[in-house]
């Protein structure tokens, strides 16, 4: 069991940057490969990045590939999602997740999730 909180998330202009953080605790947090997930409006939430326990390998949604970089800090319980080149489309809640075992890169791996920070991208 863990508990999950982000930060970072705001109002910005499109090709504008934000960093989104999010902290665990009460679990291990090297033990769980983590997961950002974003849902906008009228859109299903997709798992846009994640990475594994050991942070060697991640996993991106194609639409973010190359604009967005996933990473995490096991001393501090941190996971990290550095979104560049924003778009409007970028536009929506993003939640940071916990996952399980297996199925890391999938967004039906994850069962944890923190309350969410809203992006919202102008044009």
């Known amino acids: 069991q863990v508990q999950l909180v982000e930060s970072g998330g705001g109002l910005v202009q499109a090709g504008d940057s934000l960093r989104l953080s999010c902290v665990a605790s009460?679990?291990?947090?090297?033990?769980?490969?983590m997961g950002w997930v974003r849902q906008g409006p009228g859109k299903e939430r997709e798992l846009v990045a994640a990475i594994t326990r050991s942070g060697i390998i991640t996993h991106y949604t194609d639409s973010v590939k190359g604009r967005f970089t996933i990473s995490r800090d096991n001393a501090e319980n941190t996971v990290y999602l550095q979104m560049n080149s924003l778009r409007p489309e970028d536009t929506a809640v993003y939640y940071c997740a916990a996952g399980k075992t297996t199925g890391w890169n999938t967004l039906s791996g994850y069962v944890y999730w923190g309350q969410g920070t809203q992006v919202t991208v102008s044009s």
């Open positions: 009460g679990g291990t947090f090297r033990n769980y490969p």
